[in-house]
């Protein structure tokens, strides 16, 4: 056999290793779909609410019409950590939270994403724009080993 024809099958292998590797390091797609407008009920919505441990990619949608949103992501401690409102401002105090990372200034209709890497335990992503936190913008994800 001529060492092309021996060096092919060894290429084809290590094509298809390498995109087999590939796919078993994927990150884990999260949608969030927030909504609500000024004055009214806000949801923030994650579909999957579980997902395992590993790398993640949050893909978030403003599905509001008129109404501009964010979305931070903050480890807790534990699951039952009260949340740090500060009560003038109807904000979240972010200072007192490790923060992941966010989405910020989605317009309606607006889509953003977030990677991120995740470890088992509980987390809260939530809008913090004045109020919306306060109105139902908020939702836990909970990261199994």
């Not at 009920?41 to 008129?66: E, I, W």
Request: aromatic share 4%; with cysteine; glycine share 8%.
């Amino acid at each position: 056999m001529k060492p092309r024809a021996r060096l092919l099958p060894l290429l084809a292998g290590a094509a298809i290793l390498a995109c087999s590797a590939g796919t078993s390091f994927a990150a884990t797609v999260i949608n969030v779909t927030e909504d609500g407008e000024g004055g009214g009920a806000m949801s923030l919505k994650l579909d999957p609410p579980t997902v395992k441990a590993g790398p993640a990619t949050f893909a978030v949608h403003n599905d509001a019409m008129t109404e501009q949103h964010e979305m931070v992501v903050v480890r807790l401690k534990s699951p039952d950590l009260p949340i740090p409102v500060n009560a003038t401002k109807n904000r979240i105090d972010e200072s007192k939270l490790k923060s992941l990372g966010e989405v910020s200034d989605l317009k309606p209709g607006a889509s953003g994403k977030l990677n991120a890497r995740l470890t088992p335990g509980t987390y809260l992503l939530f809008c913090n724009m004045k109020g919306h936190y306060e109105a139902g913008m908020q939702a836990r994800l909970t990261v199994t080993p």
